[in-house]
């Protein structure tokens, strides 16, 4: 049996190319070699979401941790225009999602049919203005396989009173995959959110 499972074939430059580039295309790859000589790319998804310690070549049962990507999905109406769900995965903490009711206020992403993931980690920013960073507290991130309102299992709660001004991570030690995940917030909270991470594998 060979070493690898299928060929690459890698052009290599006749001298140091002198080419700079700045920016990455969606496209671009780095080509590496881990520890028992087999080669695998790291995307820039990768780089830009951070390298898991652990992580191995792809397939592996440890695999690498990436930021998760995929449709948006939430409660509407929000409270404000221009506060709906999406803005709790817009990347800007300045702006937050508001639901219009105190409480059954949610947010997600819908990952895909064919595209379940183990969720590893999750990073929240609560919202900052007029101190109800405090909304955030106890809200639940659960997973579903079934469709965007049900069939829900919990697998991280936040701690009562998150900090200000910083972001909260934790990590979630779970085996099953799932398609949708969300943030849930607890009553009274109008699922008032920042922004919302999920990373897996």
Known sequence: MGL?????????????????KTTADASDYLLMIDNEGIPYK????????GLSSGGSSGGSSGGTEIKLVGTPFGASPSYYVGHEFDKAFDGNISIFYDYAY??????????????????AKIRVYPRQDS???TRS???????????????????????ATPNTGV?????????????????????????SVAEVEFYGV
């Open 131 to 133: 101190g109800v960073h």
């Open 167 to 191: 972001w909260y991570e934790g990590s979630v030690q779970i085996t099953a995959t799932y398609r949708y995940i969300r943030y849930y917030a607890v009553d009274g909270a109008y699922c």
């Open 42 to 49: 790291i995307t820039k998804a990768n780089l830009l979401a």
């Open 4 to 20: 690898f499972r299928k060929q690459i074939r890698i052009q290599v430059p006749s001298a140091i190319p002198n080419l700079v």
């Open 137 to 159: 507290g106890g809200a639940r991130i659960q997973g579903s396989n079934s469709s965007e309102t049900t069939g829900y299992v919990d697998l991280f709660t936040f701690p």
């Open 102 to 119: 105190p409480s059954g206020g949610y947010c997600g992403l819908d990952l895909g049919a064919t595209n379940t993931k183990k969720l």
